[in-house]
């Protein structure tokens, strides 16, 4: 009995820093997904790709499509470019507005669901 003390301790400590780790990388997630002082958030469809002038046009489930500038210190994730954006594919954008231009900080291209 003394030896398997030591060993559920040692396995509820293991389960308590798990449900811990868990619970902080969900409440980053949530998180990532906001607005803040710093940076706007987006999450839309994409209307236009405009591959001369690196810009694309997201359209938001309410409200008007806003135009994403892009630059090389945008950081692209699930494509490596912006010619592999498409129309009405989802994204999720972290821009902010620098001399009345919206500057993509980060774009997500969401996972395609379907057969």
């Given at each position: 009995m003394k030896q398997r003390v030591?060993?559920?301790?040692?396995?509820l400590l293991l389960g308590a820093l798990f449900l811990f780790g868990a619970t902080s990388l969900a409440a980053e997630?949530?998180?990532e997904e906001v607005s803040t002082e710093d940076m706007l958030y987006?999450?839309?469809?994409?209307s236009k790709v405009d591959t001369d002038k690196m810009q694309i046009s997201?359209?938001?489930?309410?409200?008007?499509?806003?135009?994403?500038?892009i630059d090389p210190?945008?950081?692209l994730e699930g494509v490596s470019q912006i010619d592999e954006f498409e129309k009405e594919q989802q994204v999720k954008v972290w821009?902010?507005?620098?001399?009345?231009?919206?500057?993509?900080?980060?774009?997500?291209?969401m996972m395609e669901l379907g057969c």
């Open positions: 030591p060993l559920l301790a040692f396995l997630a949530m998180y987006l999450r839309g469809l994409i997201v359209r938001p489930p309410k409200g008007k499509r806003i135009r994403i500038t210190d945008t950081l821009y902010s507005i620098d001399n009345d231009t919206n500057r993509a900080i980060k774009i997500k291209k």
